[in-house]
């Protein structure tokens, strides 16, 4: 495989952290970098271009990466694409989807790979749940719920995160990511959103919560504050599955905890999410069904392995509770994930026909879902 050469415009906090993580890969060098902070210095470790327009226009690159404010990814991943340069995009993809299908429309016409960097998919437990969810070994997935608490205290008012014209507002620029996760852990498509919100300021819109509902019954609810001490920051994705509970923990996820109503091809395949100890496990035929308190017609213990949920029947012998636990430091595996999502772009332009972990259509579905609760 050859070194492709990257260029990274918007050399700000998060441009720094790809050029961090993508300085160990072999594949790939970070060549340039713009920043309108930057004066043009085209010698040292990598060439400096005051101005994107200069950047894309670097023939020596192969790939640019785009890690400005939000409201300036379409104008310069549409430039790039057009001047023979791969691209990998910062999420949000655009702040109105009207502009992010001007994208789809470049991409198209120059046949160039672009990919959004939704880069929560390549988080080991988030990937492991996507393929159990998707071939619904937890049966039926019914109800998800995420809950974000983050601190301001590195967002001052003037920071752009807070203007909406540039960074598209909360559900844009980070509900994104998490609307995409639960897109990408079913089959089902969205239907309707309702969204709410509330602004310490007219300018600073610090909690905003948004209802999804899918088309064969999966409910979502998203929220997402910027409002705390770093102190209680936390993040949690909770899943309501016909046989299993889930508890996802961490904005970049590394622990969590499964309860689950397993059979023989369940327990083989709990294997797959990343360090799971199974805590206790239980034949279901010694259970009692606790929905019925005592007195209530039959409360004995259940004396087969028939389980009914939603209307659907289900085979299961054992209640099994896990935790789950990534080893590595919270940095390796966004470091991880960031060095999957470059190999997975470079894997495309090398084989037209390798299937993309996230598309630019993923990134687009759950920025409609973000624009509607938005807008309302
Ligand atoms: N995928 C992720 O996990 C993740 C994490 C953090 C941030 N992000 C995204 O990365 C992007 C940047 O976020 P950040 O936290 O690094 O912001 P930042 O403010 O720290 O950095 C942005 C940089 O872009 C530069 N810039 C602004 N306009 C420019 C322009 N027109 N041309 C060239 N440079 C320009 C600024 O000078 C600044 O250095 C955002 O889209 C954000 O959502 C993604």
Not at 32 to 43: C, N
Request: glycine share 8%; net charge negative.
């Amino acid at each position: 495989m050859k070194t492709y050469q990257i260029g990274i415009v918007g050399y700000g906090g998060f441009g720094k952290f790809l050029h961090h993580w993508w300085n160990t890969l072999a594949t790939v060098k970070v060549a340039a970098a713009s920043d309108g902070r930057f004066e043009d210095e085209l010698t040292g470790e990598f060439r400096k271009y005051n101005k994107w327009e200069d950047l894309i226009a670097d023939d020596d690159l192969d790939i640019v990466s785009i890690a400005t404010p939000p409201a300036f990814h379409v104008k310069i991943a549409c430039a790039a694409m057009r001047s023979g340069k791969h691209v990998l995009l910062e999420k949000p993809v655009a702040i109105t989807v009207k502009e992010a299908e001007t994208l789809r429309q470049v991409q198209h016409e120059t046949g160039k790979v672009i990919m959004v960097d939704h880069m929560l998919r390549y988080n080991p437990i988030i990937k492991a749940l996507i393929k159990l969810s998707k071939e619904e070994t937890f049966g039926k997935l019914r109800h998800a719920i995420v809950s974000n608490y983050a601190q301001d205290e590195s967002l001052p008012a003037e920071h752009w995160f807070w203007d909406k014209e540039v960074s598209g507002g909360i559900f844009i620029e980070h509900g994104v990511h998490f609307f995409d996760i639960i897109n990408a852990l079913t089959d089902q498509k969205f239907t309707k959103v309702y969204g709410a919100s509330h602004g310490r300021n007219e300018q600073q819109v610090d909690q905003v919560s948004a209802m999804v509902l899918y088309n064969e019954g999966l409910i979502a609810s998203h929220y997402h504050s910027f409002s705390g001490p770093g102190f209680f920051e936390e993040t949690t994705i909770r899943l309501m599955y016909d046989l299993a509970k889930v508890e996802i923990k961490g904005w970049i996820p590394m622990s969590g905890s499964i309860k689950v109503l397993a059979n023989a091809a369940t327990r083989e395949k709990l294997n797959h999410i990343p360090g799971l100890k199974i805590i206790n496990a239980e034949q279901i035929s010694g259970l009692v069904d606790v929905s019925r308190p005592e007195g209530w017609g039959d409360t004995s213990a259940t004396d087969n392995v028939s389980i009914k949920a939603g209307g659907l029947d289900y085979q299961a012998d054992e209640m099994i509770s896990a935790e789950f636990e990534i080893t590595q430091s919270k940095s390796e595996i966004y470091g991880h994930c960031l060095k999957s999502i470059i190999y997975d772009l470079i894997t495309k332009i090398e084989n037209p026909s390798h299937q993309l972990n996230v598309t630019l259509d993923d990134a687009i579905e759950s920025l409609k879902i973000a624009e509607l609760a938005e807008k309302q």
